[in-house]
């Protein structure tokens, strides 16, 4: 508990362009976020059938999991709304490099400044790229950075756009995909160590 409590006193104004105020639990499983304006009706209005929804595509969608919503009420400020979801980063290692993208499927104002060649430096790993940030450096490195079979491509494009007309028929437009590359470096000894 008091780990969180730090948590939340280290936290600011989210990144998103909402301007909601979030936090991730100490062991990172969660993301704490404040809800604005309607966002709570909205919510509890499509929550009946956001889970047959997620019953139709057996559990695969890419929506972040939500685990709860809760309004604080206190005598030190007006009642608060807050929504616990998943942390859909899942990372090998907390103390990983890694570099986060918020992926819209556009190029308008979807760039991040950061130095050019970024990803040779070492980053603030908890600034979000964007797209224009992912497309440069894709162009710089000549490569691609996703190696997806056909299989994988079919099934990822069918769950990106199941989820994007379930948000459709509920208004909802504003939808992105995260994607998270994270260096794992081997520990050599250990691998050394069980050969043996």
């Known amino acids: ?10 936290a600011g104004e989210g990144a998103g362009a909402s301007g909601s105020f979030f936090f991730f639990s100490h062991d990172g499983r969660f993301l704490i976020k404040t809800l604005r304006g309607n966002e709570k009706d909205i919510l509890l ?18 929506i972040a999991k939500i685990y709860g919503c809760f309004t604080i ?8 709304d807050v929504i616990v979801m998943e ?6 290692s907390s103390l990983s ?19 050019n060649k970024f990803w040779d430096k070492k980053l603030d790993s908890s600034k979000v790229l964007k797209d224009q940030n992912f497309i440069a450096m894709v162009n710089e490195l000549e490569s691609r950075m996703l190696s997806l079979d056909c299989d994988q491509c079919m099934e990822l494009m069918y769950i990106l756009n199941a989820d994007s007309k379930f948000l459709a028929s509920r208004n909802l437009m ?13 520990d050599v000894s250990s691998k050394v160590n069980e050969e043996k």
């Open 73 to 80: 009420k206190t005598n030190m400020f007006v009642p608060l």
């Open 97 to 115: 490099d890694k570099m986060s993208f918020d992926l819209k499927g556009s190029t308008f104002n979807r760039k991040q400044k950061v130095p």
């Open 45 to 62: 209005n499509m929550l009946d059938d956001f889970i047959k929804y997620l019953e139709s595509v057996d559990n695969k969608s890419l």
């Open 87 to 92: 942390n859909t980063a899942k990372m090998m």
């Open 174 to 186: 504003d939808y992105s995909l995260l994607m998270v590359i994270e260096s794992c470096i081997e």
């Open 1 to 10: 508990m008091e780990l969180n409590r730090e948590r939340v006193f280290k």
